[in-house]
């Protein structure tokens, strides 16, 4: 019960880094799961593109695709939609651990 709780509070934490970094510069998987994992999160593949393409499709992202070094790469952007998103989650974010840094 505990776990699954967690988890699904760090799948929120985890959508607020993907929609906070790609507001700042595209990011491909890759490179999201390293930056994750300097905050803490074990994020493989088999989560993380799910999730990146459940974004898209919600159109909280864009996708662009590049050929680097001979390999397909997929870029992630944020959307304007996606940029709302993140600013109301965000303030919501900042009240709450206001008040949890209070008590």
Not at 78 to 96: H, S
Request: no cysteine.
């Amino acid at each position: 019960m505990k776990n699954n709780i967690l988890q699904k509070l760090y799948h929120g934490f985890v959508q607020l880094h993907i929609l906070h970094h790609t507001r700042q510069n595209p990011v491909y998987g890759t490179w999201m799961m390293e930056e994750l994992k300097t905050h803490g999160y074990s994020i493989g593949p088999g989560t993380l593109y799910p999730l990146l393409n459940k974004m898209e499709s919600g159109g909280l992202l864009e996708k662009k695709v590049q050929i680097v070094n001979g390999k397909i790469r997929k870029y992630y952007s944020i959307t304007p939609l996606g940029l709302e998103i993140f600013k109301d989650a965000g303030e919501k974010a900042a009240q709450l651990f206001h008040e949890i840094e209070g008590s």
